[in-house]
């Protein structure tokens, strides 16, 4: 590869894989994992570099997305049931927030890999529907039916603080 | 937005927020990157190579035609030697013998394992396993780590995740962490008896003592400016003198390779090398006198012996699988599949079927 496009990769990803790995932390939820995940998609980036620079970084999204799903369907994992559903909270405490966020954190790692797709793509990425459908090569009909069955599937195990009653505390 | 959007916003947001810090990932990048390359063009020749294969030779070729003569053959006739080892279908509890002496070391988990490693348990048929020496059983190590490479000696493996290393004591399975490492695991390297860890750094050598995990860094100024693709310190004969591979000036073509001292980092001398040496273990007759080098690193099927102290190519290999000289004149080639066994002119003297748990799995191998 020529040296302008070799400088032009190391800048890539000097600027942009610090980015590219809070994505693919949010979908791993693990540290190694993210690395390998943003590693390999790097490398198939490096691969096709003269062909893809002019729109390097929407070509590693996609594949840090597609990589993800693909490799959680062919290794042939369904919804990770969790254990002990995250507590719901009964009361709202100053901390209450912050207990959501933690339980929503964890049961976000319990979702199928597709749905976690959706929903880093849609809230940490602020992607459209129509977006979040072409980045994962699927319909928009799809991703919002995913979007709902992740947020149905959140809510029934952390619960929404919208409809949740408060029986005590001084907040009220 | 419901209140349960927001808060996945912001649990998204965290998760995102503790990501780990980029660490060198152009470097892992480029390097697992001219890998696909090379799968690529190999797979798009093979047909020719396949077919250019079967006219020539069954496996093992002498290239006659860029080559010095090729060296008179002085291994024992198949005839003479111990018989091939044949594996047991319990072969976990006991070392896999293999032709020329060695035995299977440490073999890494599978893929899968590999980029998602919590799920199931692992057993010898998909983890990280290594030789206990002392046993003579493999134990099976924490899938957590990426590859795990066997010492051709001694009771000490390196493992490997996420361009940082750790070595494992596979007497007892613990692993000492070490806080840095290579960008890719071919930037380690055991010495030939198992005493010492060769890492590459940026700035020059590292000897890693995997007893205590304490090292010594020797600078060598300049010696990576001018690296070869194939950036890596390697061992020379006997681990008396450390090889590093160099380029033409503004080119990308290997010029040679420079010689250094372990002690000093001193340049003792250059050797007008055609291309890099193979990065690994064994890849260095015991006597000295040969060095097996890639003559082209878009072609992984080749691979050639050259003299050490000339960069003389002396003869030419063709297949695939891992090359290793076991003896001054016999080479082990090691796919997860099987083991052969060549002595210098090409001549197969004999093969050893490995156990179908290792397909696709990186092997290493030493001496019991």
């Given at each position: ?43 198939k980036a490096y691969a096709r570099w003269p062909r893809i620079h002019s729109d390097a970084e929407a070509y590693v999204r996609k594949i840090i997305y597609n990589d993800r799903v693909s490799l959680w369907r062919r290794i042939g994992h369904r919804e990770v049931p969790v254990a002990e559903p995250p507590d719901r909270p009964h009361a709202r405490r100053p901390d209450q927030e912050v207990a959501d966020r933690m339980a929503v954190r964890a049961a976000l790692l319990s979702l199928p890999a597709r749905q976690r797709a959706v929903l880093v793509l849609r809230y940490l990425e602020d992607r459209s529907v129509e977006e979040t459908a072409e980045v994962l ?36 | ?368």
């Open positions: 590869m020529k040296e302008s496009l070799e400088a032009e990769f190391t800048a890539f990803v000097a600027d942009r894989g610090q980015t590219l790995l809070r994505i693919a932390h949010a979908l791993t939820g693990d540290r190694g994992a993210a690395e390998d995940l943003v590693q390999g998609a790097l490398a090569g699927c319909r928009p009909g799809t991703v919002a039916s995913q979007a709902s069955r992740a947020l149905a599937k959140l809510r029934d195990l952390v619960g929404d603080a919208d409809e949740r009653t408060y029986s005590t505390g001084g907040l009220r | 937005m419901t209140r349960l959007e927001n808060t996945v916003r912001a649990a998204v947001d965290d998760l995102a927020a503790t990501a780990p810090r980029a660490h060198d990932l152009a470097t892992a990048a480029r390097f697992q990157g001219r890998r696909i390359r090379r799968r690529r063009r190999t797979i798009t020749g093979l047909a020719a190579v396949v077919l250019l294969s079967a006219v020539l030779v069954p496996y093992a070729v002498v290239d006659g035609r860029r080559s010095a003569p090729p060296p008179t053959p002085v291994a024992p006739p198949p005839s003479e030697l111990p018989p091939a080892p044949v594996v047991s279908r319990q072969w976990w509890k006991e070392p896999i013998r293999l032709p020329g002496g060695f035995v299977v070391t440490a073999v890494s988990q599978t893929l899968e394992r590999q980029i998602d490693g919590k799920t199931g348990t692992s057993t010898v048929a998909n983890g990280n396993l290594v030789l206990d020496r002392a046993t003579g059983s493999y134990r099976i190590l924490a899938p957590r780590y990426q590859t795990v490479i066997g010492a051709p000696a001694g009771r000490y493996a390196l493992v490997y995740r996420a361009n940082r290393i750790g070595i494992a004591d596979t007497t007892t399975g613990e692993v000492r962490q070490l806080g840095y490492g290579p960008a890719t695991p071919l930037g380690a390297q055991w010495s030939p008896d198992g005493t010492k860890l060769l890492v590459t750094q940026d700035r020059g050598m590292r000897f890693v003592d995997p007893a205590t995990g304490t090292h010594r860094d020797v600078d060598t100024p300049g010696g990576l400016k001018e690296c070869a693709d194939e950036c890596f310190f390697g061992w020379l004969a006997g681990g008396t003198e450390i090889s590093l591979p160099q380029r033409r000036a503004g080119s990308r073509d290997v010029a040679g390779i420079q010689v250094y001292s372990p002690e000093t980092g001193a340049v003792l001398r250059t050797v007008p090398f055609p291309s890099s040496p193979v990065s690994g273990q064994n890849a260095v007759s015991p006597d000295g006198r040969y060095v097996l080098v890639d003559p082209d690193p878009r072609d992984r099927t080749r691979r050639m012996f050259v003299e050490a102290g000339t960069g003389r190519i002396a003869g030419t290999f063709v297949g695939s699988g891992q090359m290793h000289f076991v003896a001054a004149d016999l080479i082990l080639v090691v796919s997860s599949a099987e083991a052969r066994l060549y002595d210098l002119s090409g001549r197969l003297l004999q093969t050893t079927q490995m156990p179908p748990g290792l397909a696709g799995r990186r092997i290493s191998v030493g001496r019991l």
